[in-house]
């Protein structure tokens, strides 16, 4: 009777210490193991928290899951909702296999460098992995579709099990209360659901039923699944679900150490590029106008034919000396994940923007996405304000004319506090981020 180990682990979040000693532990059960072992990662293995993770753009998370050994992962909400679809295909270079996500399209069709689901050989057996993720509705902004969970899912079950696959699993970054609605959904169609995105540890997993099984790992590296099947005559059986702790002092995986030193001399190496001069220094300082948000604001203003951009210091953690630039001055100064918008605003708009902006209690805000950090006051550039009058260029702010106004995605949603709703017309750049948009800006300006 054939037997075959899954071994899984979601939101690792960037705790690459913590990525070793998985992987330490899981080759030690491949060492030990009789039957074919195969390794997950259920998603969000970056972090833009994690340095390492922000100034990559999460790549270096994925030449990480290479080393670990994994086999198969999920496309997560942590490098997408960030960084655009675009970052996909440089975490599959990373990786050395396409991530997995099956219920997003672009155009129809998979995410660049992503593949819906895939088969995976493991000793005799062959195992087919299909990759769904939650759906964010700031995915659309970067152009992409939410596609039937459970329509597609059963589509792809069937092709893999066309396709010669023994075993059917859905690798999930959708969270657990999608988990379980598809658990009721898939018998006889997919074996297993290996989770992640809702942080949930499931020490024995969760059987309800004759519903799929359901297992997921906890969060931040510090448990590892195990499921085992056996195979007989065309029938899965779930034999064992298990999660067993990970502790701090266990062996750390010498491939992930190596893979991890290398990155970061990698990193190094980029960081110490120069991209331009500086005549005067952009100090960043706190309650008035600051020099290096106004830097920042004018490489956002630079993107759009705009009349005016505004933009909070929350997106500016340090200044940038007078002198050479290098990327590391850049990403220091900001590493926000912030995309550059533009949208159409009355004169009205306009003057009720600055006017919140401008108010003490807007200004103290300490949002979740910018790991509460205060807003700030926010800054302009394109008008200058005089007590009561503002001019935009040489002409007063008309509340009746129309006016093009660049920000990030924070200034003009709703999340930012300055707009009540999403301009109709808005427009994201979300091919860049805002230390890369400040760096393009640096390099055009030498």
Request: hydrophobic fraction near 45%; include cysteine; proline fraction near 6%.
């Amino acid at each position: 009777m054939p037997i075959l180990e899954l071994l899984h682990f979601n939101d690792v979040h960037a705790r690459f210490d913590g990525l070793a000693r998985l992987a330490g532990r899981v080759r030690e059960i491949r060492a030990a193991a009789p039957y074919p072992v195969l390794a997950l990662d259920g998603g969000d293995i970056e972090d833009s928290g994690v340095e390492l993770s922000a100034l990559t753009r999460g790549v270096a998370a994925w030449r990480l899951l290479r080393a670990a050994g994994v086999d198969a992962a999920v496309v997560g909400n942590g490098g997408l909702l960030r960084y655009g679809p675009g970052v996909l295909a440089e975490y599959a270079a990373a990786f050395g296999a396409p991530p997995l996500l099956g219920d997003v399209a672009l155009d129809g069709a998979a995410l660049p460098g992503t593949v819906a689901a895939r088969l995976v050989p493991a000793g005799d057996l062959t195992v087919g992995i299909i990759g769904i993720t939650d759906w964010f509705t700031a995915y659309a902004d970067f152009g992409l579709t939410e596609l039937p969970r459970i329509t597609e899912v059963c589509r792809h079950a069937a092709e893999l099990r066309e396709q010669g696959a023994d075993v059917v699993v859905v690798l999930s970054h959708a969270g657990i209360d999608n988990d379980r609605a598809l658990a009721q959904k898939l018998i006889g169609r997919v074996d297993l659901i290996v989770g992640g995105h809702s942080h949930t540890l499931l020490p024995d997993g969760e059987h309800r039923g004759n519903a799929i099984p359901i297992v997921q790992a906890g969060n931040f590296a510090e448990h590892l699944g195990r499921v085992r099947l056996s195979v007989q005559e065309g029938t899965v059986s779930v034999v064992r679900t298990t999660v067993e702790p990970v502790p701090a002092d266990a062996p750390r995986d010498p491939e992930v150490l190596a893979e991890l030193a290398a990155c970061e001399r990698d990193l190094a190496d980029w960081l110490a590029e120069p991209v331009g001069m500086l005549r005067d220094a952009a100090e960043l300082t706190e309650g008035g106008e600051s020099a290096m948000v106004l830097l920042l604001t004018e490489a956002v203003r630079s993107v759009f034919p705009v009349d005016v951009a505004v933009l909070y210091p929350v997106h500016c953690a340090a200044g940038i000396a007078a002198g050479a630039v290098t990327r590391g001055d850049v990403w220091r100064a900001t590493s926000s994940p912030g995309n550059a918008a533009v949208a159409t605003l009355t004169g009205a708009q306009l003057r009720e923007m600055l006017r919140r902006g401008a108010a003490p209690e807007q200004a103290a805000r300490r949002p979740r996405a910018f790991r509460g950090r205060a807003f700030g006051y926010l800054h302009a550039v394109g008008l200058t304000v005089t007590g009561d009058r503002i001019l935009v260029g040489a002409e007063p702010l008309d509340d009746a004319r129309s006016y093009r106004v660049a920000g990030s995605d924070v200034e003009l949603s709703p999340y930012g506090g300055l707009v009540d709703l999403v301009p109709a017309d808005l427009t994201l750049d979300t091919s860049r981020i805002m230390p890369e948009l400040l760096t393009d800006h640096l390099v055009a300006r030498s």
